[in-house]
């Protein structure tokens, strides 16, 4: 069983920084690629970012691309959402996910598992 624990979110303002946190437990073949997903209050969940855990190839949604960075540090099983530049645009619960057989990234139902969110709200 392959458990996400996010962390980081907060309240911040437009142009500054933040960095979100998700902390994975479970059998590494569970999750070949990791992502970030967000959703805002009345819209549908959209794909922000994604990395290979072997590799670590990365894939981004091009609303975020320049401004977000997806990284992970293998040892300590954890995986990064650096966001600069951020955004009125940006506020929204942002979910981890895990998945083994991805076939495409920015699909959210190719990912088994996810945590529970973590807001990110930008003031303008």
């Known amino acids: 069983q392959v458990q996400l624990v996010e962390s980081g979110g907060g309240l911040v303002q437009a142009g500054g920084s933040l960095t979100l946190s998700c902390t994975i437990s479970g059998h590494t073949v569970d999750y070949a690629v990791m992502a970030w997903f967000r959703q805002a209050p009345g819209k549908e969940r959209e794909f922000v970012a994604a990395?290979?855990?072997?590799?670590?190839?990365?894939y981004y949604a091009d609303s975020v691309k320049g401004r977000f960075t997806i990284n992970r540090d293998n040892p300590q099983n954890t995986m990064y959402l650096q966001m600069s530049s951020l955004k009125p645009e940006d506020t929204a619960v942002y979910s981890c996910?895990?998945?083994?057989?991805?076939?495409?990234?920015?699909?959210?139902?190719?990912?088994?598992?996810w945590g529970q969110g973590t807001q990110v709200t930008v003031s303008s």
């Open positions: 990395i290979r855990w072997s590799g670590g190839t990365t």
């Open positions: 996910a895990a998945g083994g057989g991805v076939v495409n990234v920015a699909v959210a139902g190719y990912y088994f598992y």
